[in-house]
């Protein structure tokens, strides 16, 4: 057990360093599209939409292939044919991605009045059709990279992207003086220089092959994730939709806001383990051990979630001040606390789900999706017109959880997981509070500020051991892993052994 988790947390690092990537370019163009000079607060309004709108345009186009080809990828029947599910599934999408591309374009003009009630950001959506087209390519492609774990190239594909994309948004917003177009126009170039660079690595892993048989099973397993896809894309850029429905451009201006700082929280940590873990925990169907696993997972990817939500929440007015360019956008603080436990919910409730794709229920997690966003949305119209963006923060979150609550209990209705949920309701409970507590003393001088907020971050696990939380065999571990990696004079020999996990599996 302890060796699988050495490995997940390797996979999980390297992951993250690519993950990591995409959210640096965020958070380094946020003091260029929040200043005035070249972004008014409405347009940067206009781009937190944008953004849903590229999110919802790629799970459209997704098709729920990436899951689909990741469980048929492990299959034993298949288990010799893995270049011809590969081919199979690439060759889909690229088809569904242009069919669905070519048929929006000759419509931006249409959509941006119906979005914004004016053509004139037909352009820009143009961009974001094409860029969403072939993300949802990569993804694939992506896909096979995780299956074979190859978190290295992963990271470096990434990397190389978020670079491309980066200096030319820079050149565009900067020089150009394109605004809007700049930034999709960078996202057209840098998707189509990734699919060049990964090229010669997805002709190498294709085999020409197409069986209608096994393309039928593989629809009817991926469809209800395809229609749960597009919910939970749904569920999670409703607030932003309701937002410039029944509010201003400004209120979503600064809800793009918080919820791009605390959208670092699922990129970099949910995102990762996901990546790190997913693969590893289809491998484990069918092991005595399953159950432990699973329940494990879960309470150390929420121990570790939880911390780095206390610690956004307690210094992100600190963050704001710094890299927001107009003090028109400091109200954001306020709900970023809310947006990150709402992070923890997303998380656990994509860890728990995996009990119904052991059982293969993909059904049950359509219906879930499906209804959690029509209580979203119920929870976004009652709450938005009193209470502003607070509202949608709160709709949010309490759509979250109850889609949590909702996904726990009919996956251990199906497939008996031993979670240890007073574990799990004590890290909520301490989290939560530490992590609001920021807001009672951002009034407070710079330094005792800076100190108490890190006095309380620090607190955490030491507040959980108080309860009993760590059984006897993790404060082992802790107390190893501390001596270990205390020693910097070894630095060099421990990173070295990292290597050698993986062979040890």
Avoid at 93 to 107: A, D, E, R
Avoid at 192 to 199: A, D, E, N, S
Avoid at 269 to 282: F, Q, T, Y
Wanted: proline share 3%.
């Amino acid at each position: 057990m302890l060796k699988t988790i050495k490995v997940s947390l390797k996979d999980t690092f390297i992951y993250g360093l690519g993950n990591i990537a995409v959210k640096i370019v965020g958070l380094i163009l946020i003091p260029w599209t929040t200043n005035p000079k070249y972004f008014s607060i409405n347009e940067f309004g206009i781009l937190g939409v944008l953004e849903i709108s590229a999110l919802v345009l790629t799970a459209l186009m997704a098709s729920a292939l990436p899951q689909s080809l990741t469980r048929w990828f492990w299959d034993k029947d298949f288990k010799e044919n893995q270049k011809g599910i590969f081919f199979m599934s690439l060759s889909t999408q690229v088809i569904i991605s242009f069919s669905i591309c070519f048929l929006l374009v000759p419509f931006s003009s249409t959509l941006s009045t119906l979005v914004f009630s004016t053509p004139d950001w037909s352009r820009v959506i143009t961009y974001l059709i094409f860029a969403s087209a072939i993300q949802a390519v990569n993804n694939i492609v992506n896909t096979l990279m995780r299956l074979q774990s190859k978190s290295v190239l992963y990271s470096i594909t990434n990397l190389f992207k978020l670079t491309s994309v980066l200096i030319l948004t820079l050149y565009f917003i900067t020089s150009r003086k394109m605004g809007l177009e700049g930034i999709y126009l960078a996202q057209v170039i840098g998707n189509g220089l990734v699919v060049l660079f990964l090229i010669g690595y997805s002709l190498k892993n294709c085999t020409v092959y197409f069986d209608k048989t096994v393309f039928r099973s593989m629809s009817i397993y991926g469809f209800p994730l395809y229609l749960a896809n597009i919910s939970s894309v749904i569920l999670n850029v409703v607030d932003r939709y309701s937002l410039i429905t029944w509010d201003v451009l400004k209120s979503v201006a600064l809800y793009t806001l918080a919820s791009k700082i605390t959208s670092v929280l699922k990129l970099v940590i949910v995102d990762s383990m996901k990546l790190a873990l997913g693969p590893m925990m289809l491998k484990r169907i069918g092991s005595p051990d399953i159950g432990r696993f699973y329940s494990k997972v879960l309470l150390y990817s929420s121990f570790i979630l939880m911390f780095t939500i206390i610690g956004v929440s307690l210094f992100s007015f600190e963050l704001i001040k710094v890299i927001a360019k107009s003090n028109q956008y400091w109200g954001a603080v306020t709900i970023i606390p809310v947006l990150s436990i709402s992070i923890l919910f997303i998380s656990m409730k994509d860890f728990t789900i995996y009990g119904l794709h052991v059982v293969k229920k993909t059904k049950i997690i359509g219906i879930l999706v499906i209804v959690s966003t029509a209580v979203s949305i119920g929870f976004n119209y009652l709450l938005i017109p009193h209470f502003g963006i607070t509202g949608a923060a709160m709709a949010t979150l309490l759509s979250q959880f109850l889609f949590w609550l909702a996904v726990l209990y009919y996956s251990q209705k199906a497939f008996y997981v031993p979670y240890e949920i007073g574990k799990i309701t004590l890290i909520i409970v301490v989290g939560t509070i530490l992590s609001f507590s920021g807001l009672l003393i951002n009034h407070f001088p710079l330094l005792p500020r800076l100190l108490l907020k890190s006095v309380s971050l620090m607190s955490f696990p030491f507040i959980l051991y108080l309860f009993n939380f760590y059984e006897p065999v993790e404060l082992k571990a802790i107390r190893g892993f501390a001596t270990k990696w205390s020693n910097l004079r070894k630095l060099g020999e421990n990173l070295k052994s990292l290597k050698g996990i993986a062979d040890e599996m």
